[in-house]
C-alpha cells in the first residue's frame, strides 16, 4: 500500500523558519517528480516546488530564493526548508509523488499519490 505522509508544520511568526518532511512508501518512488503544494482556505491547490527524479527543480516565484526542496531517494523522504515566512505563506502544505508525465509538474494532475497535509500558519 503506498503511503505519503507529511510532518513538520506549525505557527511561526512572520520571518521565521520551517522545515517541512514527507515520508513516501509502498513503492520505488526514484523516477517520480515529488512537489509541494498549498492551499489557502477557500482557495485552489497551488504548486509551490517540485524536484524530479533526474534532479531539476522548480519553484513558485513567490517562493523563489525563501524555499528549498530536496530528497533523500534513500529514505525515499522529499523535505520543504521554508525561510523568510510570511503571513501569505499559511496553507495547508501537500505532498505529492507521481510519474504522470504527460501534464506538467506544476499541475496537481501530475501526481497520483498524496499525503493528507500538514498545516502551516505564519503569524504577523
Known amino acids: 500500500q503506498v503511503r505519503v505522509v507529511e510532518s513538520g508544520g506549525g505557527l511561526v511568526q512572520a520571518g521565521g523558519s520551517l522545515r517541512l518532511s514527507c515520508a513516501a512508501s509502498?513503492?520505488?518512488?526514484?523516477?517520480?517528480?515529488m512537489a509541494w503544494f498549498r492551499q489557502a482556505p477557500g482557495k485552489e491547490r497551488e504548486f509551490v516546488a517540485a524536484?524530479?527524479?533526474?534532479?531539476?527543480?522548480y519553484y513558485e516565484d513567490s517562493v523563489k530564493g525563501r524555499f528549498t526542496i530536496s530528497r533523500d531517494d534513500a529514505k525515499n523522504t522529499v523535505y520543504l526548508q521554508m525561510n523568510s515566512l510570511k503571513p501569505e505563506d499559511t496553507g495547508l502544505y501537500y505532498c505529492?509523488?507521481?510519474?504522470?508525465?504527460?501534464?506538467?509538474?506544476?499541475?496537481?494532475?501530475?501526481?497520483?499519490?498524496w499525503g493528507q497535509g500538514t498545516q502551516v500558519t505564519v503569524s504577523s
Open positions: 505529492g509523488a507521481g510519474r504522470r508525465y504527460s501534464y506538467a509538474y506544476f499541475t496537481p494532475n501530475r501526481y497520483e499519490n
Open positions: 509502498g513503492r520505488s518512488f526514484r523516477s517520480d517528480t
Open positions: 524536484k524530479t527524479g533526474g534532479g531539476v527543480v
